[in-house]
């Protein structure tokens, strides 16, 4: 396994403890956990400088200078779906996951399916 930094949109104060955000633009902030060939090495908490703004895209350029590698979210438009995509993101649906933690460990156990069109919010955000 490559080091991958993952991320997921979270309530506050955010780090594996903490419930997911229901909605990716709208979150309090970001936890990105790095994993390696050991499992997690670091997590960070990042405020999300864009909430209330109603715009995924500021949020996705700034995860993605911190060197976001995947996401992990309930809810997400398809504007920002796309941009993901041409960035070569992989999304995945956090399905039941109650904090972080558990939904990293989902992802590394592979038991998280892909984020698809037919997941995306209608109407939550303008781009």
Same mark, same amino acid.
């Given at each position: 396994?490559s080091?991958?930094k993952i991320?997921i949109?979270?309530?506050?104060?955010g780090?594996l403890s903490?419930?997911?955000?229901?909605?990716?633009g709208?979150?309090?902030v970001?936890?990105m956990v790095? $994993?390696e060939e050991? /499992?997690?090495?670091?997590?960070e !908490?990042?405020?999300?400088d864009?909430v209330?703004?109603?715009n995924?895209? #500021?949020p996705?350029?700034?995860?993605?200078?911190?060197?976001?590698s995947?996401?992990? $979210?309930?809810k997400? /438009?398809?504007?920002p779906l796309? !941009?993901?995509?041409?960035?070569g993101?992989?999304v995945?649906?956090l399905? #039941?996951?109650?904090?972080?933690?558990e939904a990293?460990?989902?992802?590394?156990?592979n038991?998280?399916?892909d984020?698809?069109?037919?997941?995306?919010?209608s109407?939550?955000?303008?781009h």
């Open positions: 396994m080091r991958r991320i949109p979270s309530e506050s104060p780090g903490a419930a997911p955000c229901e909605h990716f709208q979150c309090p970001f936890t790095t $994993v050991n /499992g997690i090495s670091a997590v !908490v990042i405020p999300n864009h209330g703004c109603r995924c895209f #500021d996705i350029k700034s995860l993605w200078e911190r060197g976001m995947v996401l992990l $979210v309930y997400l /438009g398809l504007f796309r !941009v993901l995509d041409s960035l993101i992989p995945h649906h399905s #039941d996951s109650k904090t972080v933690e990293v460990k989902g992802y590394l156990q038991q998280l399916r984020f698809s069109a037919h997941d995306t919010c109407g939550e955000c303008e």
